[in-house]
Every structure is written in structure tokens, then in C-alpha cells.
């Protein structure tokens, strides 16, 4: 049972978490998720909050176009969808020729962008001269042509609903197009942690959300207290009582925080179903 507060409260406060996504200039995004899905309906009110222009794909065959008309400055996705923009961006340099040209724009890009997480996580001095002069020139030739799929103005794209494999991570944000993780469930409304634009590490799924707590038990399940933790299991009172402890949701996922409060999720428990009906 998820309520209109939880919805309302996590809207507040993921905007005010993103701002440079949902509050910059002329934000917009196209919507191609099920509306069913949890983590859909709590973007729709988001993007209600921040007063942020709103799209949607009427067929997932019209995806493409529509990503060119209507020029989103962020996008909300599924890994499979990172996956298929660079499988799509391979394939048409390899129609034109260019296959190898992109290959060494993929490798670019991802050097260029382990060498600034590895400066984030405090060692390394960043992105070499050789490295920024070869990625520049691929900044000129390669990349505007990857970015030209998603329709030439995304700024950030956020993943969600499964693992984004680290090199896909590292491939778009070398090439522009910062994808920031993050996790959630259903019981929790969707979005309990991202990575920011300023706080980022690849392969994690982020810091809390405002106004959320995030632990680890001691058997390495992540529990979730907060504005999204949903009200209960409709007329389910005994799985209601199971999903909590210490007043903390149990995700069933395992999980680490390391010292700055990222969250990597490492695997999931083997649970018994908690929903019935």
C-alpha cells in the first residue's frame, strides 16, 4: 500500500536532491517506461514538482523518432536501453565504415572516464594529456553522433530497475551523457538512493535520498527506513510484520556502504514471497 504522502514526499525531496536534472534550464524528458511501474509514477509527480516538461511514447517502435522531435534534456531508463543506444551507435559506424574509428571512441571514452572516478575516490591524478587530446577529437567526430540518438540534448540519464554493467557507465559518460545509478523497490516507492551529477561512483547505486535511512544488517541485508517506505501489504498483516525490523523495511537485497555512504547492491537473499494477492 503506497500513499499519495509517499509519492508526494519523495517527489519533494528528489528534486530538491536533483536539481541540475529536474530543475535545469528547459528540463524535459520522455517517459517510455510502463505507467504501471512504480518507479514511472513517482517520475510523473517529480517532474509535476519541479515544473519540468513531460513526454510519452505512445509505441516503443516510435521511440526513436520521438526521441528526435521532442529533444529531452534527461531520460529515465532500463539498463537494456544503454545497452541497445551503444549497440544501435556500433552498428551504424560500422554501416558507414567507421567500425574501427568507433571502437577506439569506446575505449577512449571509457579510459577517459575510469581516470575521473579513480580522482573521485581520492588516488589517481585524472585523465592524462595523450588521453584528453585523443578524447577531445573524438568529442568532435564520435561522440555528437552517439548523443544525436537520444536526441542531441540529454544532459543526464538516470538507470534504475537493475545492474548497468561499469564499462556501459563509463562508455556514456565518457562520451557526454552522465548516467547516474540508482535503486529502489516498489515498497519504497521507487527511488531510495542515487548518484548526483557532483557525487558519483560507478558501479554503485548512490547516497541516501534526503529524508531516507539506509543500514546494513549484519548478514549484509540492506534495510530502508523513510518518506517512500510503503504503509503495508493489503490485508496482509503477517507479511507486513515480516518485511519490517526496527522499524526498518528489509529489501532482500545485500548489499555494502562504504565510508562516504555509497551503496553497492552485491546480491539477493532467498526470500520467501511476501505479497499475496
Not at 155 to 173: I, Q
Not at 220 to 231: N, T
Not at 251 to 277: Q, S, V
Amino acid at each position: 500500500m503506497i500513499t499519495h504522502g509517499n509519492f508526494a514526499l519523495v517527489a519533494v525531496n528528489v528534486v530538491a536532491f536533483l536539481p541540475e536534472i529536474l530543475k535545469g534550464q528547459n528540463a524535459r524528458t520522455l517517459m517510455f517506461l510502463p505507467l504501471a511501474n512504480v518507479l514511472a509514477r513517482a517520475a510523473q509527480v517529480a517532474c509535476l514538482h519541479a515544473g519540468a516538461t513531460l513526454g510519452h511514447v505512445s509505441r516503443p517502435a516510435d521511440l526513436r523518432a520521438n526521441l528526435g522531435t521532442f529533444k529531452p534534456t534527461f531520460l529515465l531508463a532500463v539498463p537494456r536501453i544503454f545497452e541497445k543506444v551503444r549497440a544501435d551507435a556500433a552498428h551504424q559506424a560500422a554501416g558507414s565504415g567507421n567500425a574501427g574509428i568507433f571502437r577506439a571512441a569506446s575505449a577512449a571514452a571509457v579510459r577517459f572516464s575510469t581516470a575521473q572516478d579513480t580522482v573521485a575516490r581520492g588516488g589517481g591524478s585524472g585523465p592524462g594529456l595523450a588521453l584528453r587530446a585523443r578524447h577531445a577529437v573524438f568529442d568532435r567526430l564520435v561522440y555528437p553522433k552517439l548523443r544525436q540518438l537520444l536526441g542531441g540534448r540529454v544532459r543526464y540519464a538516470v538507470s534504475a530497475a537493475g545492474p548497468l554493467a561499469p564499462e556501459d557507465a563509463h562508455f556514456f559518460r565518457g562520451a557526454g551523457i552522465p548516467v547516474l545509478e540508482g535503486y529502489g523497490l516498489s515498497e519504497t516507492t521507487a527511488p531510495c538512493t542515487a548518484n548526483t551529477p557532483a557525487r558519483t561512483r560507478v558501479g554503485s547505486v548512490g547516497v541516501p535520498l534526503p529524508g531516507t535511512t539506509i543500514r546494513v544488517a549484519e548478514d549484509g541485508e540492506v534495510l530502508v527506513k523513510g518518506i517512500g517506505v510503503f504503509k503495508g501489504y493489503h490485508a496482509n498483516e503477517a507479511a507486513t510484520a515480516e518485511a519490517f525490523v526496527d522499524g526498518f523495511f528489509r529489501t532482500g537485497d545485500l548489499g555494502e556502504l562504504d565510508r562516504e555512504g555509497f551503496l553497492t547492491i552485491t546480491g539477493r537473499k532467498n526470500l520467501p514471497a511476501k505479497i499475496n494477492g
